[in-house]
Nanobody, 115 residues
Framework: QVQVVESGGGLVQPGGSLRLSCAAS????????MSWYRQAPGKERRLVAD???????TYVGSVKGRFTISRDNAKNTVYLQMISLKPEDTAVYYC?????????WGQGTQVTVSS
C-alpha cells in the first residue's frame, strides 16, 4: 500500500524556520522524483521545489535561497528546510512522488507564518 505522509507544519513567526518531512512507503522511493507543492487559501496548488532521483534540485519563485529540499533514500524521506519565513509562505504544503505518469500525493501539512 502506497503512503505519503507529511509532517512538521505549524505556526511560526515571520523570520522563523521550519523543517517539513515527507515519509513514503509502498514503492521504490529512491527511483522517484519528489516534490513539495503549496496551496494558499483561494489559490491554486503550486510547485515549490523538486528533487530528482539523482539528487538534482529545482526551486520555484520566491523560495529560492530560503528553502532547501533534500532526500534520504535510506529513510524513504524527503525534507523541506524553510528559513526566513514570510507571511506569504502561509499555505498547506503537499508532498508528491512521481515516476513517469505515476503520482502519489500526501494529505498536506499546514504552515502558518504570523506574529
Amino acid at each position: 500500500q502506497v503512503q505519503v505522509v507529511e509532517s512538521g507544519g505549524g505556526l511560526v513567526q515571520p523570520g522563523g524556520s521550519l523543517r517539513l518531512s515527507c515519509a513514503a512507503s509502498g514503492f521504490d522511493f529512491s527511483t522517484y522524483a519528489m516534490s513539495w507543492y503549496r496551496q494558499a487559501p483561494g489559490k491554486e496548488r503550486r510547485l515549490v521545489a523538486d528533487i530528482l532521483a539523482g539528487g538534482f534540485t529545482t526551486y520555484v519563485g520566491s523560495v529560492k535561497g530560503r528553502f532547501t529540499i533534500s532526500r534520504d533514500n535510506a529513510k524513504n524521506t524527503v525534507y523541506l528546510q524553510m528559513i526566513s519565513l514570510k507571511p506569504e509562505d502561509t499555505a498547506v504544503y503537499y508532498c508528491k512522488a512521481r515516476l513517469a505518469r505515476e503520482e502519489h500525493w500526501g494529505q498536506g501539512t499546514q504552515v502558518t507564518v504570523s506574529s
